[in-house]
């Protein structure tokens, strides 16, 4: 069955440092795998996704995934946190070609001046 | 122009109550979907409608009822309200199959936030 682990629940982290949310899937096959962000009352935005080719994908808002299949991982990072990046990130895992993602648990981020 | 929208964006209720939540995607995407969100943020599907066909239906209370009247609209009913129904429910649509349209996103609503008193 396919899953999607998040180890963490809070993450903080102070303005300008960097960043790495980690991220775990269970897939039997070649997965989509996505990053969303979720602010406060508001929907999932899609911050990235990776689907075949170059490992490391870029996103919106200076975030970056890299694809490590043999750790089965997908961890996003970002450079240098702004404090608008405070927020709940969720990890996704999908088929090719298919229509049912699974979530992880969400990352809470709080980002501290 | 909002590409997912839902309404009611908040509904507050009694247990025992009926209510529906209505969604729209002028994505011209084929799949729609609600998901769950509970309040320890969980996101779970529910349903899955295809060209108005149901495609996935997860262990959901037959209380229920997604309705899809055409690919551009996503329903759901739910009779007899408990107070576990309190959550979030998100609406999402995507274009799936083969071809180069598919890019496997989701593309979520806002959420409509149901509290069942």
């Known amino acids: 069955a396919q899953s999607v682990t998040q180890p963490d629940i809070h993450i903080t982290v102070s303005e300008g440092a960097s960043l790495e949310l980690r991220c775990n899937y269970s897939?039997?096959?070649?997965?989509?795998l996505f990053w969303y962000v979720q602010s406060p009352g508001q929907g999932l935005q899609l911050l990235l996704k990776?689907?075949?080719?170059?490992?490391l994908v870029q996103g919106i808002k200076g975030f970056e995934a890299e694809f490590k299949r043999s750790q089965s991982s997908f961890n996003l990072r970002k450079p240098s946190v702004h404090w608008s990046d405070a927020a709940e990130y969720f990890c996704?895992?999908?088929?090719?070609?298919?229509?049912?993602?699974?979530f992880g648990a969400g990352t809470i981020l709080r980002v501290k001046s | 122009d909002t590409a997912v929208s839902q309404t009611p964006k908040y509904l507050v209720t009694q247990m025992g109550n009926d209510k529906s939540i209505k969604c729209e995607q002028n994505?011209?995407?084929?799949?729609m979907y609600w998901y769950k969100q509970d309040s320890k943020k969980f996101l779970k599907i529910m349903f899955s409608?295809?060209?108005?066909?149901?495609?996935i239906n997860e262990t959901v209370p037959n209380r229920f009822s997604p309705k899809s009247p055409d690919k551009a609209h996503l329903n759901l009913h739910i009779n007899s309200l408990e107070l576990g129904d309190s959550a979030v429910y998100f609406c999402?649509?995507?274009?799936?199959?083969?071809?180069?349209?598919?890019?496997?996103?989701?593309?979520f609503g806002e959420g409509s936030r149901l509290t069942v008193l």
């Open positions: 999402a649509s995507s274009q799936t199959g083969r071809g180069v349209l598919n890019t496997g996103e989701l593309f």
């Open positions: 897939y039997g096959a070649t997965p989509y």
């Open positions: 990776y689907f075949s080719g170059d490992t």
């Open positions: 996704a895992v999908g088929p090719r070609g298919g229509n049912k993602l699974v």
């Open positions: 994505l011209g995407h084929d799949t």
């Open positions: 409608y295809n060209n108005k066909e149901l495609i």
